[in-house]
């Protein structure tokens, strides 16, 4: 409960500072950002965006390594010490763990849609709610389909944190463990893909 509540809240920070900052459209995702590509046949932003999506996630860990200082030489558990960068799953099952990424995304990037969509929009539902929406999003999707793989649901969670769990130097940290570093990297892709193609078909 505090975990999920906190991700909702942060999710609903970034958002209100990357409005704030001129990023009209808020993507702090790669999964999102593609998906509002296929939404829109545009893709002129992907690669640009997502490139800085995922610098910014691995400055973050940096602050997060920096921020729990002495908590790492004093935690004896390494996979406690992972789960401060990068997913793990509760049952470790490839196909099952890329499943529950791909529906966790999907639903992610289909309900934001419909929460942006030009009939809330032009209605005036939204408005400067929307990032309190999209949080609300997250802490749902968190709270009903979060534990079976800590959902990611965003590339930039899980590749450039995990990097940055294998090059810091954290006391006893152990592995990094690559072998499932794929899940939650092509997951969320695939999820955001099929909620865009999705909204696309229903012309929102």
Same mark, same amino acid.
């Given at each position: 409960?505090?975990?999920?509540?906190? #991700?909702?809240?942060? &999710?609903?920070?970034?958002?209100?500072? @990357?409005?704030?900052?001129?990023?009209?459209?808020?993507?702090?995702?790669?999964?999102?950002?593609?998906?509002?590509?296929?939404?829109?046949?545009?893709?002129?932003? &992907? &690669?640009?965006? +997502?490139?800085?999506?995922? +610098?910014?996630?691995?400055?973050?860990?940096?602050?997060?390594? =920096?921020?729990? /200082?002495?908590?790492?030489?004093?935690?004896?558990?390494?996979?406690?010490?992972?789960?401060?960068?990068?997913?793990?799953? @509760?049952?470790?099952?490839?196909? =099952?763990?890329?499943?529950?990424?791909?529906?966790?995304?999907?639903?992610?990037?289909? !309900? =934001?849609?419909?929460?942006?969509?030009? @009939?809330?929009?032009? +209605?005036?539902? !939204?408005?400067?709610?929307?990032?309190?929406?999209?949080?609300?999003?997250? #802490?749902?999707?968190?709270?009903?389909?979060?534990?079976?793989?800590?959902? /990611?649901?965003?590339?930039?969670?899980?590749?450039?944190?995990?990097?940055?769990?294998?090059?810091?130097?954290?006391?006893?940290?152990?592995?990094?463990? #690559?072998?499932?570093?794929?899940?939650?990297?092509? /997951?969320?892709?695939?999820?955001?893909?099929? =909620? /865009?193609?999705? !909204?696309?078909?229903?012309?929102?």
């Amino acid at each position: 409960m505090v975990i999920t509540t906190g #991700w909702g809240f942060a &999710v609903m920070s970034a958002l209100f500072v @990357a409005i704030a900052c001129g990023s009209k459209e808020a993507n702090i995702n790669p999964a999102v950002t593609l998906g509002l590509a296929i939404a829109t046949g545009s893709y002129s932003k &992907v &690669v640009s965006y +997502s490139l800085a999506q995922m +610098s910014g996630a691995f400055v973050g860990s940096i602050l997060v390594w =920096a921020h729990f /200082g002495p908590h790492w030489k004093e935690t004896e558990d390494p996979l406690l010490k992972r789960m401060c960068f990068c997913g793990v799953p @509760a049952i470790r099952n490839l196909f =099952a763990n890329l499943l529950s990424e791909i529906i966790c995304t999907f639903v992610l990037v289909f !309900v =934001a849609g419909a929460i942006f969509s030009r @009939a809330l929009v032009s +209605s005036g539902f !939204v408005g400067i709610a929307g990032p309190y929406l999209v949080g609300c999003l997250v #802490w749902g999707i968190g709270l009903s389909l979060g534990g079976t793989t800590g959902y /990611g649901m965003n590339p930039a969670r899980d590749f450039p944190t995990r990097l940055a769990h294998a090059v810091l130097p954290i006391a006893g940290k152990g592995s990094s463990d #690559w072998s499932y570093a794929p899940v939650p990297f092509f /997951g969320p892709f695939i999820g955001g893909s099929l =909620a /865009g193609l999705l !909204v696309r078909f229903l012309h929102w």
